[in-house]
C-alpha cells in the first residue's frame, strides 16, 4: 500500500498536468481559429457596412450603370480605338514620336491604353485569377446581397478596376489634365461600385487597382524607350 499511494498520487498529478496542457492547447486553437476568422471576414465585414449603411435604393441604378461600363472593359477599348481613328482621319500629319503634335498624342495615347489594358487581362484573367481561385463575396459572406448578376470566375483580383486605371492612368500621363483627370475619377467610381454591387472584396479591388497601374507604367516605361530610338 505503501508503494501504491505515491504512484497514485504520481498518476493524479500527470493527469492534472495533462488537463492544463490539453485546456491551454484548446485556449490557443480558439484565439488561432477566432482570429482566422476575423481576418478572413474583414474584407466581409466592410461589404456588409456597404449594403447597411451605404446602399440606397435610389442610386443603385446609377452604381449599376457605373459598373456596367468596365464589363469586358468595353468603354475603354471604345474610346481608345475611337482616339486612334480620330488620330488616323485627321488632317495633321506628323509622326506619332511627335510629342508636339496633338494627332500624335491622341494615337498614342489610344493605342498604349490597349496596350496596357491587354497587358492587364493577361495578367488578371489569365494568370491571378486561376492561380488565387478565391470565392466571390457573396458565396462567403452571409447576408450579402449583389445587385447585378452573379459572375462566374474567380473573385482576386478586380478586372474592371484593373482595365479602368490600366487605361486611366495611361489617358491621365499623355492626355491634357482636363481629360486625364475625369477619366481616373471614372476609373475610382467603376472600382467602387464593384464593392457597392457585392461582387468583389476591398481587397480584389486593391489588386485590380495595382495591377492595372503596373501593367500602365510598364507601357508607358517601353514606349518611352521606343521613342527615344
Known amino acids: 500500500m505503501k508503494m501504491i499511494a505515491p504512484l497514485i498520487s504520481r498518476l493524479q498529478k500527470l493527469r492534472m498536468c495533462m488537463e492544463q496542457i490539453r485546456t491551454k492547447s484548446e485556449t490557443t486553437k480558439v484565439i488561432y481559429y477566432y482570429k482566422q476568422k476575423v481576418e478572413k ?23 449599376k ?9 468595353w ?3 471604345v474610346l481608345c480605338i475611337l482616339m486612334v481613328v480620330l488620330a488616323k482621319i485627321s488632317g495633321e500629319k506628323c509622326s506619332i514620336k511627335n510629342e508636339n503634335c496633338s494627332r ?17 487581362a493577361l495578367i488578371t484573367n489569365v ?28 473573385s482576386f483580383p478586380s478586372g474592371h478596376t484593373c482595365a479602368s486605371f490600366a487605361c486611366a492612368l495611361v489617358l491621365y500621363r499623355i492626355l491634357p489634365k482636363k481629360y486625364g483627370v475625369p477619366a481616373v475619377i471614372l476609373a475610382s467610381l467603376i472600382a467602387f461600385s464593384r464593392l457597392y454591387v457585392g461582387v ?30
Open 41 to 63: 471576414n474583414m474584407d466581409g465585414n466592410i461589404l456588409l457596412w456597404i449594403q447597411d449603411h451605404f446602399r440606397w435604393e435610389g442610386m443603385n441604378w446609377f452604381w
Open 104 to 120: 500624335a498624342v491622341i494615337g498614342r495615347a489610344g493605342w498604349y491604353g490597349l496596350l496596357s489594358m491587354g497587358a492587364g
Open 75 to 77: 468603354f475603354w477599348i
Open 127 to 154: 494568370c491571378l485569377k486561376n492561380l488565387v481561385a478565391r470565392p466571390r463575396p457573396y458565396e462567403v459572406v452571409e447576408g450579402l446581397v449583389p445587385l447585378i448578376g452573379k459572375p462566374t470566375d474567380y
Open 65 to 73: 450603370g457605373i459598373t456596367s461600363l468596365g464589363n469586358g472593359g
Open 200 to 229: 468583389h472584396y476591398p481587397t480584389d479591388v486593391l489588386g485590380g487597382m495595382f495591377v492595372g497601374i503596373f501593367s500602365s507604367c510598364l507601357v508607358l516605361w517601353i514606349g518611352k524607350k521606343r521613342t527615344k530610338k
